[in-house]
Structure formats: C-alpha cells, structure tokens
C-alpha cells in the first residue's frame, strides 16, 4: 500500500516520470527473473555443501 501512495504522490509532483516507473516496472522484474533463479539454486547448493560438510559431524553427534 505504502508503494501505491508513493507512486500516487509521484504522480502529482511528476507525471511523465510516475508514468515511466508504471511501464519500466514489468520489464525490469521480467529482466530479473532470470538472476532471481539462478540465486535460489544457488542457495541450494551450498545448503546441500554445507549438509554434506557437517554430516559426519552429526552423525557422531546423535551417538
């Protein structure tokens, strides 16, 4: 909600440029898309590393 007032205030103060961000926004997030996958695969791996790295640790652990 706090974004819409924003973009509603800078439509008051700037139209052309309100107008701009309403249609730049979709191409923006469609361009990031791609870097947001590739970061939760990622985050995949190295949890799957970091599960592989301390699994003998737990395993004497849980003896």
Known sequence: MIKF?????????CWPLALAALIL???VWLFLLPFRV???AVEGVLELVGAIITFPARLLRAV
């Open 5 to 13: 007032l924003l973009w509603c205030l800078l439509f008051v103060f």
């Open 25 to 27: 926004y979709p191409l």
């Open 38 to 40: 590739v970061g939760i």
